[in-house]
């Protein structure tokens, strides 16, 4: 499966998509994931490799609700992740990237550190 540039791949929340084989995203291209409250599934499977090739988008619409909270699970993944562009909600106000381990992409968000003085 190629997702072309500028076309746009919208999971809905509480759905999935499982693709047999890879999954090629080009640059430009947008996959949009609008997570379940408590999901603990990736939305998007593939039994073969989801590349990234250029400066794609991943749009994350969830509940702000902090720890990882996977996207994508593959047998691989592959491309440069430092071209991803990450779209989250206006009221998330936490620190965010996206964590690749093997096969896996995972948003991980957390809340700003707190500063403490003591005198």
Known sequence: MSLASGA???IAE????????????????TLSF???SGASAA???????????????????????CG??????ASAISGDF????LALPASA???AKLKQSG???????TMPGLTLFVR
């Open 34 to 36: 609008d997570l379940a």
């Open 82 to 85: 430092a071209n991803l562009s």
């Open 68 to 73: 990882e909270h996977p996207l994508i699970a």
């Open 8 to 10: 746009t791949l919208d």
């Open 14 to 29: 509480g759905a999935g998509l499982a693709v047999q084989g890879n999954l090629s995203v080009a640059d430009g291209a």
């Open 43 to 65: 939305p998007l499977t593939a039994s073969g490799t989801v590349s990234f090739a250029g400066a794609a988008t991943i749009r994350v619409d969830f509940d702000g609700s």
């Open 93 to 95: 106000n936490g620190n």
């Open 103 to 109: 096969g896996n992409l995972v948003l991980r968000y």
